[in-house]
Nanobody
Framework: QVQLVESGGGLVRPGESLTLSCTAS????????IGWFRRAPEKEREGILC????????YYSDSVKGRFTISRDNAKNTVYLQMNSLNPEDTAVYYC????????????????????WGQGTQVTVSS
C-alpha cells in the first residue's frame, strides 16, 4: 500500500526554522518527483517546491525562495523541506505528494487529487 507520512510540524516563533519530513512506504521514493504543498486557513492549496528523482528542484512559490529548500535521502525513503526565517504567513497544513503516474521529473507535471498525498502536518508561526 502506497503511503506518504509528513512529520516535523509544530509551533514556532517568527524567524525560527523547521524541517518537515515526508516518508514513503509501499514504493521507492527515489524514483519519483515529490512535491510539497500547503493550505492556509480559508485559502486554496499552494504549491511550494518539488524535487525530481535527479535531485533537481523547482520552486512553485516565489514567497519561499531564499527561505525554503528541498532535499531527499533515498536511503531513508524520505524527502525534507527545510524552512528558515518563518513568518506568520507560513502558517498552514503542509502536505507532500507523489505522482500516481510515477513521474520522475517535476518539470511539466501538475499534481492533482489523483496523486498520492500524505495526511499533512500543521505548522504554526506565532509570537
Amino acid at each position: 500500500q502506497v503511503q506518504l507520512v509528513e512529520s516535523g510540524g509544530g509551533l514556532v516563533r517568527p524567524g525560527e526554522s523547521l524541517t518537515l519530513s515526508c516518508t514513503a512506504s509501499g514504493f521507492t521514493l527515489a524514483n519519483f518527483a515529490i512535491g510539497w504543498f500547503r493550505r492556509a486557513p480559508e485559502k486554496e492549496r499552494e504549491g511550494i517546491l518539488c524535487i525530481s528523482s535527479d535531485r533537481s528542484s523547482s520552486y512553485y512559490s516565489d514567497s519561499v525562495k531564499g527561505r525554503f529548500t528541498i532535499s531527499r535521502d533515498n536511503a531513508k525513503n524520505t524527502v525534507y523541506l527545510q524552512m528558515n526565517s518563518l513568518n506568520p504567513e507560513d502558517t498552514a497544513v503542509y502536505y507532500c505528494a507523489a505522482p500516481i503516474t510515477g513521474e520522475h521529473y517535476c518539470s511539466g507535471y501538475t499534481f492533482d487529487e489523483s496523486d498520492y498525498w500524505g495526511q499533512g502536518t500543521q505548522v504554526t508561526v506565532s509570537s
